[in-house]
């Protein structure tokens, strides 16, 4: 076997094996999301937290070492460029998921994020709920404060629409579309 060969074949099983690990954080992920969180919360699950961390982090840990243990000279900027890439990548996605959550009580919700304010909103101000399949997440429309978006990797999601006031999408979302009027599992 040549040496082109042996490089196809080791880039191939590297392909197989970020497969099989991207597969096995989106089934996990998902299969999570159905598992209740303590009691009147919604946050991304411990799975999807862990590839964040384990996963993103590692990753481009390992590609700093690698970055500067091969780069010579005038490689040096552009590998410094191709690690500040994947921290410009990472970092917002890990403030998405270590920093969003949403708690819930008797009286409404009260929304915690790193893009905007926090939020109390009264279950009086929703007006109604829908799911966008595009984006794969669910849209809570109130009066006066905004939308409140929970994607469908967050745990906590079905106890959170049995909440609401209105018609709720079922969950796990339906593809092919939820048409408000009746209301969900959730």
Not at 61 to 90: Q, R, W, Y
Not at 133 to 147: L, P
């Amino acid at each position: 076997m040549d040496i082109s060969s042996a490089e196809w074949i080791k880039h191939g099983i590297t392909v197989l094996l970020l497969a099989t690990a991207l597969a096995w954080v989106y089934n996990a992920a998902q299969r999570h999301t159905l598992l209740p969180d303590p009691p009147h919360v919604v946050r991304y699950t411990r799975e999807f937290l862990w590839g964040i961390v384990v996963g993103g982090w590692t990753f481009t840990a390992v590609l700093a070492v690698l970055a500067e243990m091969t780069a010579k000279d005038d490689d040096l900027g552009p590998a410094a460029g191709a690690v500040a890439l994947f921290i410009a990548l990472l970092l917002p996605l890990h403030l998405e998921a270590f920093r969003v959550r949403i708690v819930w009580d008797e009286q409404g919700m009260h929304t915690r994020s790193p893009w905007r304010r926090p939020r109390d909103i009264a279950f009086s101000e929703v007006v109604s709920c829908d799911y966008s399949s595009s984006m794969k997440w669910y849209r809570i429309r109130t009066r006066r404060q905004g939308i409140v978006r929970l994607h469908w990797l967050m745990q906590g999601i079905p106890e959170l629409l049995a909440q609401l006031p209105c018609d709720a999408p079922p969950y796990p979302p339906e593809e092919g579309g939820w048409k408000p009027g009746k209301r969900g599992k959730g």
